[in-house]
């Protein structure tokens, strides 16, 4: 891709990333009251994977064309740029507070799911068995995650007063939504990914780095909009919910089309991504929230991270 065509779709990227997300918050939250289940449950699933679809786009493609480094670089790479990255920046913009069910059910998950991972670096490759272990999983938590929608269903006494005549509004919200985001981000990527080959940076690292934050951009603008917005449900459930997918659908898929071999840049990144969710649940725990200096300090993390990469 030229450089000359690269910076115009550079920002129509920005902005339809912007739009989408805007109209994927309101037309969740408004579906989410007419379904009768909470934004929670919407944010984990169908925000989640909605903004996911880069990120498997990218790894299946890539698995199929025998490009093990980046479908596993994006993925792991992508999960660590949620948490890090895209929490920290919402941090930062309006303290999030997260809401107890998310740290008692999905971080936890999250947390199994990352030492899960960690523990293919002793095989030293994600063979199509453990992909397979991967996929059984997901579709387990998934049904876990069914058999919780339909009892917030049945609890909510007030499913008939959320009705809304519009719901087929915001449903096209969302549909259009996850469309612009997808799409904005598939623009940035394209272009960032250009610059990176005309720079000579290596496969992996470009996958890990630069694909990686392309491919988060929208949940990115989601989490973002959401936090000025104040619906952290979606702005935290977006992340742990995309990182769940990420990883036991994508990999899973991935490594059952072609075996994924680990490399060092991968297997160091693998650890520090289960570091990472260790640490998250002590700073969620402490008033269920992560302050404005604990958003900075996943920042500064992030930026060590990226130079790591780079160093080693």
């Not at 739009?19 to 037309?27: E, R, S, T």
């Not at 493609?61 to 919402?90: E, H, P, W, Y």
């Not at 941090?91 to 507070?97: L, V």
């Not at 992909?131 to 049904?143: A, D, H, P, R």
Request: proline share 2%; net charge positive.
């Amino acid at each position: 891709m030229d450089t000359i065509i690269a910076v115009p779709l550079f920002i129509l990227g920005i902005a339809l990333l912007y739009k989408g997300a805007d109209f994927l918050v309101d037309g969740s939250a408004k579906t989410a009251l007419y379904l009768g289940v909470s934004k929670i449950t919407i944010a984990v699933t169908i925000i989640a994977y909605g903004t996911s679809a880069p990120e498997a786009g990218i790894s299946i493609i890539a698995a199929l064309q025998s490009q093990q480094g980046i479908s596993l670089g994006t993925i792991v790479g992508s999960c660590i740029t949620n948490f890090l990255l895209i929490l920290g920046l919402c941090s930062i913009i309006s303290s999030i507070k997260a809401h107890r069910r998310i740290i008692k059910r999905e971080m936890p998950m999250m947390l199994g799911v990352s030492a899960l991972l960690a523990a293919t670096i002793l095989v030293g490759r994600i063979t199509w068995f453990i992909g397979i272990i991967f996929l059984v999983s997901f579709v387990v938590y998934m049904i876990y995650i069914l058999k919780v929608a339909s009892k917030e269903r049945k609890n909510n006494i007030q499913l008939n007063l959320g009705r809304d005549n519009n719901i087929k509004k915001y449903i096209l919200f969302v549909i259009f939504g996850l469309l612009s985001v997808i799409i904005g981000a598939k623009l940035l990527v394209d272009s960032s990914v250009a610059i990176a080959h005309a720079l000579s940076v290596p496969t992996v690292v470009i996958a890990l780095s630069v694909v990686s934050i392309g491919t988060s951009l929208p949940e990115l603008a989601v989490s973002l909009l959401s936090a000025k917005k104040k619906e952290f449900e979606i702005s935290v459930g977006n992340v742990v919910g995309s990182n769940i997918f990420n990883i036991l659908f994508i990999i899973g898929l991935s490594s059952v089309i072609t075996p994924i071999q680990i490399d060092i840049k991968s297997m160091f990144s693998i650890l520090f991504l289960l570091v990472i969710s260790l640490i998250l649940i002590p700073i969620l725990y402490t008033g269920y929230k992560i302050s404005k200096i604990e958003g900075a300090l996943l920042l500064i993390l992030y930026v060590s991270y990226l130079s790591c990469l780079y160093i080693m």
